[in-house]
T-cell receptor, first 112, second 116 residues
């Protein structure tokens, strides 16, 4: 079945450490997105990519970085510069046009 | 600023009763409108969308939504609620101008609780 796979499901970060969240899709979608979800705040866009080797900052990009070397993959790195990284992170992808975004099942990041 | 409002943090209904989850938006032009549902520790699942055409849109699991352009609203409805409908519901809007890049603006979510 086609879908979006996020790993790991749970991740713990130590102070000063960078961590990378994986997002892989086999839907042949062009665009991919990373969101951060905090209780009561809805989803906030971190980064997005419309095509391979190109990506743009979203509303809350500070302290995060991404790459898009392959169409299927859009990993997110949470750097030590992100002072409040504890959240639920969601990856999504979308075919161009009026199609809806499809979401993975998320990675929950916590601070040790 | 463009925004999406879900005025109710929580909606409580009894099983078998009709349910409505409200959404209004402040976005210029003719945006695309979406509803998603999220179960605990899961991603968002697409329920339905409105792009153009009939103002009443039918979606998954018996849900429907009514688009009202004059009121800039897109309320989610279901004639008869199930306990299994209990979840977090998100309204999302995609502006239709070229620079929007297809990005979505999300409401903060409404928790639906259906009691037996």
């Amino acid at each position: 079945d086609g879908g979006i796979t996020q790993s790991p499901k749970y991740l713990f970060r130590k102070e000063g450490q960078n961590v990378t969240l994986s997002c892989e899709q086999n839907l042949n979608h062009d665009a991919m997105y990373w969101y951060r979800q905090d209780p009561g705040q809805g989803l906030r866009l971190i980064y997005y990519s419309q095509i391979v080797n190109d990506f743009q900052k979203g509303d809350i990009a500070e302290g995060y970085s991404v790459s898009r070397e392959k169409k299927e993959s859009f990993p997110l790195t949470v750097t030590s510069a992100q002072k409040n990284p504890t959240a639920f992170y969601l990856c999504a992808s979308r075919k161009q046009g009026g199609q809806p975004q499809h979401f993975g099942d998320g990675t929950r990041l916590s601070i040790l | 600023a463009q925004s999406v409002a879900q005025p109710e943090d929580q909606v409580n209904v009894a099983e078998g009763n009709p349910l409505t989850v409200k959404c209004t938006y402040s976005v210029s032009g003719n945006p695309y409108l979406f509803w998603y549902v999220q179960y605990p520790n899961r991603g968002l699942q697409f329920l339905l969308k409105y792009i153009t055409g009939d103002n009443l849109v039918k979606g998954s699991y018996g849900f429907e939504a009514e688009f009202n352009k004059s009121q800039t609203s897109f309320h989610l409805k279901k004639p008869s609620a199930l306990v299994s409908d209990s979840a977090l519901y998100f309204c999302a809007v995609r502006p239709d101008y070229g620079g929007s890049q297809g990005n979505l603006i999300f409401g903060k979510g409404t928790k639906l609780s259906v009691k037996p």
